[in-house]
């Protein structure tokens, strides 16, 4: 319903130019790269808690800032940042209150078996070997998460050992950052 809506703007928006101030090259300015939550309230809160603007940073984004796979596209993705784009810092940035936190797979089953997804499906990718609930499964504490998540990227065997690998908490209502670990004491 939203798109027509969307096209009509970016139409606007690109006829008057209004992409200028956004100019930039696919190198990040200030060298990081940023894993952090899909949560709607960080979009523009993030960036201005950390004073960063459009090309300062790499910005990767999933539901709770959570890696499950170290060989995933989360993980292709920050090492795409740090060589091919001139990223020398990771940062990763989960936030209180998000909705991730005490998820349940289950729940989340129920809901798609309630859109159309059937038993068969389910257990066509258990057999093939996936375990949906838990891939779907979220988190107890952000800040364990986050340094789960950290760990992750941390020890990965393509990753090269002297990256600073950082992990913090926001917290959506004030910009405020909480240090959960800072990666030059690794």
Sequence with gaps: MYLDELLAY???FTKEKKYTPFKTDKFPD?????FSCMDTRLVELLPNALHIKNGD????????????????????SLLVAVYELQ??????????????KGFDGNAMLEKAKQRGITDDTIQTLHYAGINV???????????D?????????RQHPLLPQDTPVHGLVID???????????????
Aim: with cysteine; aromatic share 6%; glycine share 10%.
């Design 10 to 12: 970016n139409e606007a």
């Design 30 to 34: 200030k060298r990081i790269v940023i």
């Design 57 to 76: 940073a790499k910005i990767i984004k999933n539901a709770g800032a959570i890696i499950k796979k170290p060989f995933g596209s989360i993980m292709r």
């Design 87 to 100: 990223a020398d810092e990771i940062l990763v940035i989960g936030h209180h209150d998000c909705g991730m």
């Design 133 to 143: 609930k838990d891939w779907l499964q979220g988190f107890n504490h952000v800040e």
């Design 145 to 153: 998460s986050v340094q789960h998540s950290v760990d992750l990227i």
């Design 172 to 186: 959506p209502h004030t910009g405020k950052l909480d240090v959960v670990n800072k990666g030059y004491e690794n």
